[in-house]
């Protein structure tokens, strides 16, 4: 699961291993998740950093743990600055894809370093787990599971307010009756 929408996201500014509070809709989504995920067992575990633990607290109340290889990727120089600002001021860094430029952010961590911590996350999974992270984690998290190549981020759509299951080499993802 993504976390629900913040304020940032709203004004289109990068996060990254900043932070910003649900907005209300946000708030809205996390209750979705907790509907979604209700009677569904397994580990509940999300990024430390505030968006994804407010959410977390929503969906999983307090039996959830926090684990820092879930934190969004790190942007850089780029945290807390407006996207549409960036592609101004750097339109080369934003060429070459959709995603693309998330690996060439001053000072970021670029997808290699994020695939090394998400493949370590998911070799030490014993089952069934429930997961609150991030947009760019999630994608990273997802190709991986689903054995596609960090060249493949891009596709497809990350929901906030969705479930994205990952279960025998194939993706489903279920949205609320209210995510429209």
């Known amino acids: 699961m993504r976390h629900g929408e913040t304020l940032w996201n709203v004004e289109g500014r990068l996060q990254g291993r900043g932070d910003s509070p649900l907005s209300d809709r946000g708030i809205r989504q996390a209750g979705w998740l907790a509907h979604l995920t209700r009677g569904i067992d397994g580990f509940c575990v999300s990024s430390p950093l505030g968006r994804a633990d407010q959410t977390a607290r929503i969906v999983f109340g307090d039996r959830f743990r926090h684990d820092a290889r879930l934190s969004e990727i790190c942007v850089g120089e780029f945290a807390g600055h407006l996207e549409r600002d960036l592609r101004r001021s750097h339109p080369d860094l934003f060429r070459g894809g959709d995603l693309a430029w998330y690996d060439r952010c001053p000072g970021g961590e670029g997808f290699a370093a994020l695939e090394v911590r998400c493949c370590a996350f998911l070799m030490d999974l014993t089952g069934p787990t429930l997961v609150v992270t991030h ?23 990350i929901h906030q307010g969705g ?3 990952i279960r025998n080499g194939a993706e489903t993802v279920t949205r609320h009756a209210d995510d429209v």
């Open 135 to 157: 947009g760019i984690t999630l994608r990273m998290l997802r190709c991986l599971a689903l054995g596609q190549a960090p060249a493949h981020l891009a596709q497809g759509v």
């Open 163 to 165: 479930i994205h299951v």
